[in-house]
């Protein structure tokens, strides 16, 4: 049983990782300034 619930634990550890990545990113993307649309020619 005990395997089990660390086999648990790990992917809710795994899935916990993806989230505040994909959270992080979306701030990052929110809160950055657009780029240019101008070409430096």
């Not at 992917?11 to 430096?40: C, Q």
Request: no cysteine; hydrophobic share 60%.
């Amino acid at each position: 049983m005990s395997t089990v619930l660390g086999l648990v634990g790990v992917a809710a550890f795994i899935a916990f990782v993806v989230a505040l990545a994909a959270g992080v990113t979306w701030l990052v993307v929110r809160f950055s300034p657009a780029p240019s649309t101008k070409t430096k020619s």
